[in-house]
Structure formats: structure tokens, C-alpha cells
């Protein structure tokens, strides 16, 4: 199975830009950070999700 991986639509643009990679595996999500590719990801159920990136989007987590 291939997986492509997209990077954020918020990341930063540039080579020196932090940022993260996602990537739809079946009914998870996998995460990465685009600086460090071989490095290994973490998945997390894609409804869970969903439900972080929610919460983020009404400043439910103080992020700053």
C-alpha cells in the first residue's frame, strides 16, 4: 500500500518552514513531521481526529 502524505494547508511555506504531514491510512490518520520523514509517525483514529482539529478551530487549547 502507498501512502501519500500532504502537508498541512496552516504550515508555514519555505524549506526552512516547520511543519507537519498528514496522511489517511484506512480509518486512521498519521501524522509526521515534514523535517524529519524517516522518523517515524503517530496515528491516531481519523473520527478523533476530526474532533482535535475541531476543538483547535474554536481555541478549545491554549496553543500559544
Known amino acids: 500500500m502507498t501512502v501519500e502524505w500532504r502537508k498541512s494547508s496552516r504550515s508555514a511555506i519555505g524549506e526552512d518552514s516547520s511543519c507537519v504531514e498528514l496522511a489517511r491510512v484506512h480509518d ?10 524517516k522518523g517515524g509517525y503517530i496515528s491516531i483514529v481519523a473520527a478523533d481526529w476530526r474532533r482535535f482539529v475541531g476543538a483547535v478551530k474554536v481555541d478549545r487549547y491554549d496553543l500559544r
Open 28 to 37: 486512521t490518520m498519521a501524522v509526521r513531521d515534514s523535517k524529519a520523514p
